[in-house]
C-alpha cells in the first residue's frame, strides 16, 4: 500500500467491515506499527478518536480531558478551560462534572471528540466518528474537522455512510484484500448534489415522531433550528427522506437544492455559516 496524507488535506477511508480501516487509522496515529515498511513525516501533534470509547472510570468528564490536556502539555488550568469550551460546542449531556461511566455512547464519543483536540492537532483521526452522535453534534464535529483543515492539520477518518464520506473527504482511500487504493476521481474540495430539507410540526398542532434522522440513508447533516429540523440530504435520497418525514407526521417547511454545495454547519441554537 501506498497513502500519502498532506497538510490540508481531508480523507476517508473506505472498506468493508475486518477490512482493516481501523488497522490503517491506528497506524497512521503511531498507536499500532506496520507488519513491513514504514510510515514518514509523522507530524509530533496527533489527534485520535478510537472506534469504540471504552470508559469505566468514576472520573469526571471534565477531570479526565484536565488530566489528558496536562499529559499533552497544557497546563491545569488551560487544560480544564479547554475541556469546558469544547464540551460547551459539543452540548455534552449529563454535565462535565458526570462520572464517564454514566454517559451514554454518544456523550462518551463527545469527551473522545473533546480529547482529541485538547492541543491542535497537526493530524486529527477519526474512526467513525458520527456513531452514537446526536443531531446537535454533527455539525459541530463537521465544524471541527474543517477548522483543522483550515489551519493547515489533515484529517483522516471512516464512515460506514458513503454519503457522508463523499460530504466531508475531500479525497478518499479504498482498502481491500490488504491493499489501499485511492478511491473515486472527485476533485478536492468538490461536494455531491445536495439538498436541504427543513421539516417542522404541522399547524394542525399534531405531534410528529421523532426519528434518528442521522441513520437514514443520504443523510450527511442534521441540526436543530429552533422548532425546525434541518437534513442536508444528497439529492438522488432527498425523495426517501421526504416520505419518511411525511410518514413521522412532519410537515415539510421547504426543500431546496443547494447551489453552493456548502455543508450545513448548525449546533443546538440552530446557527449556520
Given at each position: 500500500m501506498d497513502m500519502e496524507v498532506a497538510a490540508g488535506d481531508v480523507l476517508a477511508v473506505v472498506g468493508g467491515n475486518g477490512s482493516?480501516?481501523?488497522?490503517?487509522?491506528?497506524?497512521?496515529?503511531?498507536?499500532?506499527h506496520p507488519t513491513t515498511g514504514s510510515v514518514s513525516g509523522r507530524p509530533p501533534r496527533i489527534g485520535y478518536v478510537p472506534d469504540r470509547f471504552t470508559v469505566h472510570d468514576r472520573i469526571s468528564a471534565i477531570s479526565y480531558l484536565t488530566h489528558m490536556g496536562r499529559i499533552r502539555?497544557?497546563?491545569?488550568?488551560a487544560a480544564r478551560a479547554r475541556g469546558h469550551h469544547l464540551l460547551e460546542r459539543l452540548s455534552l449531556v449529563g454535565g462535565r462534572n458526570a462520572p464517564?461511566?454514566?454517559l451514554s455512547k454518544g456523550n462518551a464519543q463527545k469527551v473522545a471528540l473533546a480529547q482529541a483536540l485538547l492541543v491542535q492537532p497537526d493530524l486529527l483521526v477519526l474512526d467513525e466518528p458520527w456513531s452514537g452522535l446526536d443531531a446537535s453534534a454533527h455539525g459541530v464535529l463537521a465544524e471541527f474537522i474543517d477548522e483543522v483543515a483550515a489551519r493547515?492539520?489533515?484529517?483522516?477518518?471512516?464512515?460506514?455512510?458513503?454519503?457522508?464520506?463523499?460530504?466531508?473527504?475531500?479525497?478518499?482511500y479504498a482498502i481491500s484484500d490488504g491493499r489501499v487504493t485511492p478511491h473515486g476521481g472527485r476533485r478536492a474540495g468538490s461536494r455531491p448534489a445536495t439538498a436541504e430539507l427543513v421539516l417542522t410540526v404541522p399547524p394542525t398542532g399534531v405531534t410528529p415522531v421523532e426519528v434518528d434522522w442521522s441513520v437514514l440513508p443520504g443523510v450527511t447533516d442534521t441540526a436543530r433550528r429552533g422548532g425546525e429540523v434541518v437534513l442536508?440530504?444528497?439529492?438522488?435520497?432527498?425523495?426517501a427522506v421526504l416520505l419518511t418525514a411525511l410518514r413521522h407526521r412532519w410537515s415539510v417547511a421547504s426543500l431546496a437544492r443547494v447551489a453552493d454545495e456548502r455543508v450545513l454547519r448548525g449546533d443546538a441554537r440552530g446557527t449556520t455559516r
Open positions: 482493516g480501516k481501523s488497522t490503517l487509522l491506528r497506524i497512521l496515529a503511531g498507536l499500532s502539555g497544557l497546563s491545569a488550568s464517564l461511566r454514566t493547515g492539520g489533515a484529517v483522516v477518518f471512516t464512515d460506514h455512510r458513503e454519503a457522508v464520506t463523499e460530504t466531508h473527504a475531500r479525497g478518499a442536508r440530504v444528497a439529492r438522488e435520497h432527498s425523495d
